[in-house]
């Protein structure tokens, strides 16, 4: 059944933003919005020669594809970008042993922040030096697990948390290095849910109000903690420059500060991760080396203000790095045009999966794009709506995208730019089991995160 007919009819031009434009050829596949190894052939998508309907015989659906190779190559992108920094991946984007060991690999250290995500990293076999733990509201058995294993860095939230860790410290004659997430007060622009360096927030120790002078004072004179250096993160999809920049010279002015004040010197300064990637077409990140230069800069230009050594930096990217190399493999069950306003239509295109594998377009309002990925279409472009199969009206995964007016049950699609918070933030709503991680390498598929199942569920279902 065809959608042609009033597809591209009636006001429809009001119903979409205005930054998507009608494809002149709606088979085309955007680039940079696509992991590298994937291209369109004889119709249909493939990555790194393997089709998408291959991938979903042998897999099903809905299932993320993960392209390996794209992903060790962001990574290598940001440790050449910030030689001779420490490139942290920050595992709350996407964690499982085989990316945390990818990530290693690739000379990456590790940003975790839970029991759960070390449990990972240690599965991985990851050594504990190389991870650095995070958290505003760290359980006691997390900062008792993270001082015994001896994770390399601990950055603190907290004055109650200060006390607490030099308490569990001394109990086991440990000293770890501490950092302390600043509050820079920067307000970047991102959803407000994401950002965290705005003044009414729960992360970190505000610069303003001179919580964050105090908190390093206390760890630098706490009997078991070692002063490592200061924390600033400022938030989440940010392209803005100019707020990193900002950021960062203002945590740099207090990292300055504090050694004249204290006559100490921090070794470390850690600019966070929060760099924007490209979701649709209107998204246009920065290449991580101009982001490493700008912040270099800046780093540079207040050390050399206050005359003291420039510390070794390190940064912290989650999205930039695993959000691009992945794509989310739907099959499409009913497609259903609804009529709005002045006789335009939009196509309702549901999937197998939604909101419980991707709750980003509900929480952030977050924009997504598609394409009809099992085969190329002739159909003229309707504006379509790609959503799930959850009890919920806001079970939106893309809300905008020209499809194919032809689309039809049976039909694949693909979600590009899934990697980031999809999977690491599902549910299983409606006892909807998560889908897989399928990781492609070398022309080769393999599982790296298996698919929940109903009887997963059930068999936490005590009765
Ligand atoms: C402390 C910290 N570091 C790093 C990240 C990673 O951010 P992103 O995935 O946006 O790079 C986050 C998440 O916003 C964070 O809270
Ligand atoms: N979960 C958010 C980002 C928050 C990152 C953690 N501080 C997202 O999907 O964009």
Redesign the pocket.
């Given at each position: 059944m065809s959608h042609e007919a009033g597809a591209l009819h009636g006001d429809f031009a009001s119903l979409r933003p205005s930054w998507l434009g009608v494809p002149e050829d709606v088979n085309a596949l955007v680039p940079d919005l696509w992991p590298a190894n994937v291209e369109r052939a004889a119709g249909t998508l493939h990555i790194g020669g393997l089709s998408v309907e291959k991938l979903a015989a042998e897999f099903g659906t809905p299932a993320y594809v993960f392209d390996e190779d794209d992903f060790r190559a962001r990574c290598r992108a940001w440790t050449e970008a910030f030689e001779g920094a420490d490139v942290f991946y920050?595992a709350?984007?996407f964690c499982s042993k085989a990316v945390l060991r990818a990530a290693a690999e690739e000379g990456l250290s590790v940003?975790v922040c839970t029991a759960g995500e070390i449990a990972v990293a240690l599965a991985a076999g990851l050594d504990p030096a190389r991870l650095g733990l995070?958290g505003n509201n760290k359980s006691l058995a997390e900062l008792h697990q993270a001082v015994e294993i001896g994770i390399g860095r601990i950055?603190v939230d907290s004055l109650q948390e200060i006390e607490r860790l030099d308490t569990i410290a001394g109990e086991l004659g440990r000293r770890p290095m501490v950092m302390v997430?600043v509050n820079v007060g920067v307000e970047a622009h991102t959803h407000e849910y994401?950002a965290?360096a705005h003044e009414d927030q729960k992360?970190g120790f505000s610069l303003a109000d001179g919580d964050a002078y105090e908190a390093a004072r206390r760890v630098a004179h706490a009997d078991n903690l070692e002063l490592l250096g200061l924390h600033s993160?400022i938030?989440?999809?940010i392209f803005d420059t100019a707020a990193f920049e900002v950021s960062a010279a203002r945590v740099a002015r207090l990292h300055a500060q504090l050694q004249t004040d204290l006559d100490i010197t921090l070794a470390e300064l850690d600019l966070?991760?929060?760099?924007g990637m490209a979701y649709t077409t209107q998204d246009d990140p920065q290449p991580p080396a101009v982001i490493a230069a700008a912040l270099r800069r800046i780093v540079d230009r207040e050390c050399a203000a206050a005359s003291i050594d420039v510390p070794r930096l390190s940064i912290?990217?989650?999205?930039?790095i695993v959000g691009p190399s992945t794509f989310t493999l739907y099959e499409v069950g009913t497609v259903k045009p609804v009529t709005l306003s002045a006789g335009a239509s939009r196509l309702y295109v549901s999937v197998d999966g939604g909101i419980s594998d991707n709750i980003r377009t509900a929480l952030y309002d977050a924009t997504y794009s598609a394409t009809l990925a099992s085969r190329s279409s002739t159909a003229t472009p309707a504006l379509a709506r790609v959503v799930g199969k959850h009890c919920e009206s806001g079970d939106i995964v893309v809300k905008d995208e020209f499809l194919p007016a032809d689309i039809a049950p049976g039909d694949l699609i693909a979600v590009p730019g899934t990697g980031?918070y999809c999977r690491s933030m599902g549910s299983n709503y409606n006892h909807v089991p998560r889908p897989p991680v399928v990781a492609v390498r070398n022309g080769e598929a393999r599982v790296i995160l298996a698919r929940e199942t109903v009887e997963d569920l059930l068999r936490l279902d005590l009765g």
């Open positions: 920050a709350k984007a940003d995070h950055v997430r994401i965290t992360f993160h938030g989440s999809q966070g991760g929060g760099f912290e990217p989650g999205r930039s980031a």
